[in-house]
C-alpha cells in the first residue's frame, strides 16, 4: 500500500475548467509538499503545508492542509496548458522522503 | 542554477553491462541522498535512502546488489545499475538533503536504456 493516495491518478479537461487533487494517507505529518513535473525534467516544489488546516494560495493554485494532518489537496482555478503536468505530493516520514501516486494533469487549449 | 546535478542526463547500454550515474551537490553538504525510480507518467518511487559514510537503506523489493548505492562524501552519491537488463530502463532522480533535511534539491534526471 501506498503512503500517500492521490486522485485522481489522470485528469484531461478543457481550458478554463476549474479541478482539485486529493492527497490522502491514514498517516498524520507534520508537514505536506506538493511538486509539479514536467515529462524528463526533476519535479519543481510549489508549496510546503505545515499547520492543520492551512491553506496557501499561488496564483490560481490553492493548496490546503487538513485539520488532521493526514490529506491535503491542491485546487487549479481557470486551468491552462501551462498548467499541464504530473503533479505530487510528497512527505517526510522517519528519514525517507516518499511521493504520493502522482495526478497526471493534461489542459486541452 | 541548479544545486544538485546529476549526471549523465541519457545513458544507453548494452545488456550485461553495468552503468554509474552520479548525483552532485553544488552548493551545499548533502548528508542525506534519496534515489528514486520512475515510469512514464507515474510518480517517483524511492528505491535508496543514502547517508553520507554509512550503508543506503533500500526500500521493501529494491534489489541492493542490483543497484549499488554509494554516498562516500558529503557532495556526491552514485548509483551503480549491476548486470543492467532492459527492464532497468527508467528515468532515475537523486534528490540531496541538508542536515536536518530542512530542504530538499532534485536533481535534472537520468534516462537509462538499456539494450
Known amino acids: 500500500t501506498q503512503l500517500l493516495e492521490q486522485s485522481p491518478q489522470f485528469l484531461s479537461i478543457q481550458e478554463g475548467e476549474n479541478l482539485t487533487v486529493y492527497c490522502n494517507s491514514s498517516s498524520v505529518f507534520s508537514s505536506l509538499q506538493w511538486y509539479r513535473q514536467e515529462p524528463g525534467e526533476g519535479p519543481v516544489l510549489l508549496v510546503t503545508?505545515?499547520?492543520?488546516?492551512e491553506v496557501k494560495k499561488l496564483k490560481r493554485l490553492t493548496f490546503q492542509f487538513g485539520d488532521a494532518r493526514k490529506d491535503s489537496s491542491l485546487h487549479i482555478t481557470a486551468a491552462q496548458p501551462g498548467d499541464t503536468g504530473l503533479y505530487l505530493c510528497?512527505?517526510?516520514?522517519?528519514?525517507?522522503?516518499?511521493f504520493g501516486t502522482g495526478t497526471s494533469l493534461t489542459v486541452i487549449p | 542554477g541548479a544545486v544538485v546535478s546529476q549526471h549523465p542526463s541519457r545513458v544507453i547500454c548494452k545488456s550485461g553491462t553495468s552503468v554509474k550515474i552520479e548525483c552532485r551537490s553544488l552548493d551545499f553538504q548533502a548528508t542525506t541522498m534519496f534515489w528514486y525510480r520512475q515510469f512514464p507518467k507515474q510518480s517517483l518511487m524511492l528505491m535508496a535512502t543514502?547517508?553520507?559514510?554509512?550503508?543506503?537503506?533500500?526500500e521493501q523489493g529494491v534489489e541492493k546488489d542490483k543497484f549499488l548505492i554509494n554516498h562516500a562524501s558529503l557532495t556526491l552519491s552514485t548509483l551503480t545499475v549491476t548486470s543492467a537488463h532492459p527492464e532497468d530502463s527508467s528515468f532515475y532522480i537523486c534528490?540531496?538533503?541538508?542536515?536536518?533535511?530542512?530542504?530538499?534539491?532534485f536533481g535534472e534526471g537520468s534516462w537509462l536504456t538499456v539494450v
Open positions: 510528497a512527505c517526510y516520514t522517519g528519514n525517507q522522503f516518499y
Open positions: 534528490s540531496a538533503g541538508d542536515r536536518g533535511l530542512n530542504t530538499i534539491y
Open positions: 503545508v505545515v499547520t492543520g488546516g
Open positions: 543514502s547517508n553520507e559514510g554509512s550503508k543506503a537503506t533500500y
